[in-house]
């Protein structure tokens, strides 16, 4: 690829060029200080680029060019489930009887969306195996604040509170952050030897003082834990609530529910489980679904469905916790969602997760020779292998992963779970072909190879993006965090 | 086995045949014996079934054909979420599936084209605001004024932050519901009779415990607030002035940087977003560089490769969850980034001149709708002042009527300030209509308009179709 230092849109741009075009005024041109006060004019513009359409097109082509996506090739990024995302997804979202409402409309002028918005609520709540849904969270992450939120409330409903939750060291980090910002304390419980909670720990943590234990299952290091009904039980005696992580939902949909093993709050992740796409970061979902004890205290406003069949907004309930999003939560991502759920339907989705776990499987079977699978049990939709055999070569995960980019396929997560040395977090999904699974273990298999004749190599690695290593601690040590124009430090008038 | 309809997944018989032969189970069901009989599930899950793709679009077609979506009326809706033109560019750059189905950037070698896209829409917000740092979005404007509380608490070690009631009590709301338990406490002050905050209330409200206080500009009501003396009353008393400020009016209003803000928070969704229902729309936060290292969020930094080339990277993350896990600025992972990337391109488009001329038109036309209401018999100014693109005004009758009476006319004539009533305790709002209006709206159209509310108000029991 081309090594010519790239330019930002703003050094493209030259004065006096446009790609903008706007209606003609039809109404009288009422001078700019009758509208607004002298002291709230804007005294030196806003430096956008100036750029033709065409140039603006070519700058964000190129761009697209140095990025990877899900149909650039195989991306078994461990715990975030990067599916393909169905293009017809793409053709329902942008229908303008739903991209084009307004949130305030009248409520007979939107039917269609809340009908959805219902369905979705019913379909959720029934793979969550719980009773009550809001599609309010924008993300993972926002679900589990929500979920927390909810518990919290639930708790203060009976004259109840409890300051402390318990998470496994193999959690996501995004758990323990929620946890603080829910105004809980997050409290570590360790692994045993087979990957799962150990349960002599947990016990030892049981006190009335226990708020809840948030959970994935299947967890980060892709095994189910085949103790949660015991962990279910010793939480729920000791007054506390389950929170399920449903990140790793695409491992069990028809075939485990949450709310069956004893949670009482779930969260999807509708750009993981769903195939909603993942945006480079963005737009994603985060609905929750809860145990019809904890329904009161779910965010306004619900959906709800009248006697004569019509839809309405239900803003009267009031135990509930209030808003965590403005509006209705992200829409537009739910509506791909929903597409994908009601083209599936409960066989498609169950095929899903049989399919992903014969894949990593399959990945782990190709591969265990070479790097170390520590837990010796089938995985899940997930598994997670040590690059450690490698350092004795002076070779690490982060080497492997710079590698595997020159082979054309996304590294694996990599550095966690934390417990694991080394870790690569592989997750391959369910809708990648036999022949892309056998590429990506030959070339997990070529770079373990590597690292005994070439480890110099790797740790140059990638030879053949469009950059090399990039300095993190630089940018971190001198942050410069947006352009830099030649005139800053010029006053513009 | 038998094939479901749809589910995507490419395996022949054989090759699942092969594949499980390779691991060694002896069938699918195998591969979950690591899950327990009392919690597998062996009935189907009570689900519509699967549907062809052609299938799929049909009923989602009929969903959407429920609707009447705003983009199909002469809509004057506001509030937050606005019916902007989005130029075709946007749609063609955010399909492309490198952008679209990427993940978070972890990777940078892989991933310079987002992350470069992100460095330039931290630039283009930083322009906009007058600021000195930007993050690389937020969901929306209510968790980013939410997270920008927390910032301001932790950054004063004081325990209130002071928000006029002319900010989104949307906003305000999700304010109160995410910081409960760990943020400081809000205190909301009231308007003015004409709708602009009242900075004596808020003087009287600021003392040494007040972390920020927060002003959005143009206000709830459309009304332009003194920004340059709202930050004299935070900064008095050494508290942060935070800022919500609508991007859009940025190319006409000042940049709040330059009047003493601290932080600006905002929602710039009208910059290439759809209104899609209120969601996703694009979040932002910009700081000064003193409060560079508690800003919640992705930050992108430029720096070269090991032969010296340029290059973009995720930057300063000892501040975020997956590092620091408990002792993190924020769980937030997601940055809307693909919202940020629609608004990147819209704002390339329009350009410095042409985010100027966007802003001029709408506020010309704004003021053309908002005398001619003002005209007719029994319509008051609600909101008093100067304003951007949004006013409200005070009817004869319920504003919920007049909207009703309008749609089988073709018009969506504004938002019922009275859905909001519970978030301004004691204001009497049944009567008050929030009246937006971008570019799209014609003058033809406006004048249409005008004539349908002074008929139904000079009969409201007739019918006008």
Redesign the interface.
Known sequence: MP?A??R???EK?CCG????S??A??????P?DE???A?????????????G?LD??R???E??????????GS?P?GS?T?????K?N???G?????????????E??????L??MYELEQ?LA??AGLARVTLQP?????G??TGL?IM?AAHHAQRRDPKRIIIPDTAH??N?????????E?VAVTSDPRGGVDLEALKALLDDDLAGLMLTNPNTLG??D?N??EIARLVHEAGGLLYYDGANSNA??????PG??GFDVVHFNTHKTF?T?????????GPIAVRDTLAPFL?VPLVGKAEDGRFFFDDDRPQS?????????????L?RA??Y????????????S??A???A??V???IKDLYDVPFE??C?HEFVASAAPLKEHGVRALDV??RL?DYGV??P?TY?PLLVDEALMIEPT?????EDLERLIEALRAVAAEAVTDPEMLR?A?LS????????A???RH?????RFPEDGESCA | ???????????SEL??R???D????PS?DG??????E????RE??????????A???G??????????????LV?F?G???Y?HYV?A?V???V????????????????????L?????F???I???TGMD??N??M?????ALAEAS?LAAHQTRRGRVVVSAGV?P??R??L???T???GPRPQFVDLTAGAATDFEAAKAAVDADTAAVFVQQPNFFGA?E???GAAEVAHAAGALFAVVADPLS??????PG?LGADIVVG?AQAFGN????????LGYMAVTQKL?RRIPG??????????G?????L????R???????K?T??????????A?AAL?H????????????G??C???T??LRQALLALPGVTAFTAG?V?REFAVRLPVPGAQV??AL?PLGF?AG?PAA?FAAQFAGADLDDVLLVAVT?KR???E?DAFIAAVAAHLASPEAPHA
Request: with cysteine.
């Open positions: 090594s230092d790239r930002t849109i703003y741009s060029r446009r790609a903008y706007l209606p005024s039809d109404v009288p041109q009422i700019l509208l607004v006060p002291g709230l004019h804007r005294a030196c513009p806003a430096r956008l680029p100036e750029v359409e603006l097109l700058h964000f082509t761009l697209s060019t140095l990025n990877f996506g899900v149909e650039s991306y990024l975030c990067m599916k393909y995302n169905p017809i793409e053709v329902v942008r229908l303008e009887g739903f991209a084009g409402l307004h949130p305030y409309q009248p007979s002028l939107v039917q269609g969306a009908e959805l379909w029934e793979i924008a993300a993972g992450a926002h589990e604040l939120l919290r980090g995004t323990p952050a929620s946890v603080i910002m829910a105004g809980y997050p095994v189910f085949e949660i009904t069990v949909l028809g075939i485990s529910r069956d093993m195939s796409p993942h945006g480079g970061g963005g737009p994603g979902a965010p916790i209030g808003k965590v999003r403005t509006f209705y939560g992200n829409f537009g991502v509506i929903a597409a759920i009601r083209g599936l339907g409960p066989d498609g989705l169950r095929r899903v049989e399919m776990v014969l894949n499987n399959y782990m079977e190709g049990r089938r899940m992963a710079k980019l996304h590294p997560t966690f369910e809708t990648e072909s036999r140059e990638p993006m469009p950059v090399r290593r990039l300095d993190e630089a940018a971190a942050p410069v965090l947006h352009q | 086995m038998g094939r479901s309809v749809t589910d995507y997944v490419p395996h090759d699942v092969t594949m499980l390779a691991v060694g189970a699918i591969l979950f014996d690591d899950i327990p009392a919690v597998r599930r189907p899950l009570a689900l519509p079934a699967g549907l062809s793709e299938e799929v679009l009923e989602m077609r009929r969903l959407a054909a429920a609707n009447t979506p705003a983009t199909g809509s809706l509030a937050g979420v019916d130029p560019v749609d063609a750059i399909s492309r599936s490198e952008f679209a189905t990427a993940y978070t950037p972890y990777q940078p070698e892989r991933s310079q084209g987002v470069q896209t992100i460095f330039e931290q630039t283009a930083c322009e906009l740092v930007s690389a979005g969901y929306d404007a209510g968790t927390l989104h949307e906003y709301q999700v109160a519901t995410e409960v338990h760990t332009l003194d920004l340059a940025l190319g006409l209003l000042e940049a330059r929602e759809a209104m899609d229902f209120g969601g996703p729309g560079m992705r930050l992108v930094g430029e720096t070269l490769d090991s032969e080339r340029r290059g973009f990277v930057t300063l993350q000892t975020e969850q997956h590092i620091r896990r408990e993190a924020s769980n937030i992972c997601s940055n809307h980034a693909l919202n990337l391109v704002l390339s488009w329009l350009g410095r001149e042409g985010l100027a001329e966007l001029l038109m506020a010309r036309k003021a053309y100067p951007f909207v009703e749609v969506l938002v859905r570019e014609t003058r033809a406006m």
